[in-house]
């Protein structure tokens, strides 16, 4: 089978030059590092969007850029699914013209074709055919952004920080439909993200960047563990994805172990038992406790001890709060947990202390089986 | 009202409107290619157009004439073929179109210039080729400015007088425009009927840009 993603591009930047060379196979990759590494312009040129690319693109087989035989295909010939940051949705057009934009190119490709009423469906957002994209919610904008490029006959999907700028509530409800997406459609996608719990989530195969090198590629599992990417997994991390397998299920809560002899108590909702789960834990639904807690209603207290305290840079919602990154089972699982830094001094939390991670069953998002 | 005064009104509407559709598709097409194309001679391409801005229009009428003349370069002796614009009013259109094109060309570029090119690079990414990213893209985003640019000249070509009447005269009922009838009428002392085109001219004016604002905001 041919890679799904074969490039060894070189292309100057502002202040580096972007080379990667990355040949990946899986269906579900994802580009990892910080902002400003370099991805947004490595997608724009494996899209056809950016002048002055050199060496070679092939998706799915077939060679879009290959500057020593002569070959550059035009964007319009490319065949990708583009879902800019941005978006950048027709304004003059309502949701289903948007949708459609891109269906002659879809009727004319050879191979199995997305029927756009599955695809609207699936997006829920079938309701909203008629109505222009300047009224819509930001979810719904997205969903239309994600129908038109999956109505467009792509080869592959280049999703570029789907889950950015949302609020943690747009993200649960906009993540679901990404993987119920993977599942139903299975495009081959290109994820960009900077933060870690997404690539495990949506991932199966990672390329990390940093300042326009390829520094790790690989298995999701293996590469976000790898000790010269792990600086990088903990300096963007704010979301815990905790994965593991379902090993029982008591009516609406089941035992997710997600390391050795460490279960976390999970919504049951649609997991089954010895099958495999992820779910979502934001890092500011986790209470810290410097003893074990008694007489709790959560049912999560997971011991831990704290590896790293971290500014929080970017996120105005978590502000006055510290990030406290915790080694649970003796590293091989770990934690992000938000707090004020005020508690954090009252409590003297510092590297090394020992402490309990409490949270409550539904703080977890059950994100998938699988 | 006089008939001299509904003949310039309706001499005044044909020249008028026959010269804002012969210089849109080239001022649009101009301003399209200065808005997203780089090209050898783009200054040359935004000096040309812009010149009849600057230059006195008697002088514009004057390089017209010569174009024109019975031995100019696109005179009868060189095509082969007589033009017939001199001392008609599709001479009169033709000086109003050149003297209307930089407001076209500027009002469109700025038009298209407001457009994000990347919507049209994402209308790339979706297989729409160039023409079609433009009628569909493009072309309706820009629309209001584009209005706009055909709007501004109409107008300049309504109140064209000086490239006018040196390339087609001021003969009443057939080259007269109601410009050229308020200075014909003033000369010869008739301040009345100058009044009254003037009267006639201002609710053009009027109803022009009325029916502008109406239709800009109409839609959206």
Known sequence: MSATLEVDVRLPLGGFELAVAWTARSGSLALFGHSGAGKTSLLEAIAGLRGGVRGRIAVAGRTWLDDERGVDLPARRRGVGYVPQDLLLFPHRDVLGNVLAGRRRAAGRAGPRLDPRRVLDVLEISGLARRRVADLSGGERRRVALARALCSGPEILLLDEPLAGLDLALRGKILPYLLRMREAFAVPTLYVSHEPGEVQMLADEVGVLASGRLIAAGPVGTVLADPAVLPIVRAEGRENVLRGSVTSVDRDVAALEIGPGLAVSVPSRGLAIGSVASVLLRAEDIVLSLEPPGGLSARNALPGIVRDIREIERADDLEGQVLVVLDLAGGRASLVAAITERSRLALGIDAGSRVHAVFKTHACRVLAAG | ?220
């Not at chain 2, 090119?117 to 209001?144: H, I, N, Q, Y």
């Open chain 2, 1 to 220: 009202m006089t008939a001299g005064a509904i003949e310039a009104l309706r001499v005044s509407l044909l020249v008028a409107g026959v010269a804002t559709l012969a210089v849109l598709p080239p001022g649009v097409l101009c301003g399209l290619l200065l808005a997203r194309r780089s090209f050898p001679g783009k200054a040359l391409v935004e000096t040309a157009t812009a010149l009849p801005l600057v230059l006195p229009p008697t002088a514009v009428g004057y390089v017209l004439l010569r174009l024109l003349a019975r031995d100019g370069p696109l005179g009868p002796r060189a095509l082969g073929v007589d033009l017939d614009l001199l001392l008609t009013w599709k001479g009169a259109a033709l000086a109003a179109a050149v003297m209307a094109l930089p407001l076209v060309v500027r009002s469109a570029r700025t038009a298209f210039e407001e457009v994000d090119p990347r919507l049209e690079g994402m209308a790339a990414t979706l297989g729409l080729g160039r023409l079609a990213t433009l009628w569909g893209v493009t072309l309706p985003l820009a629309r209001r400015g584009l209005v706009a640019a055909a709007v501004l000249g109409f107008g300049r070509a309504l109140g064209e007088f000086g490239a006018t009447v040196i390339v087609a005269g001021n003969i009443p009922g057939r080259t007269q425009t109601l410009a050229l009838g308020i200075w014909g009428d003033l000369q010869a002392g008739r301040d009345r009927a100058a009044t009254e085109m003037l009267a006639i001219s201002v609710v053009l004016a009027f109803a022009t840009v009325f029916a502008v604002e109406r239709l800009q905001r109409g839609r959206t």
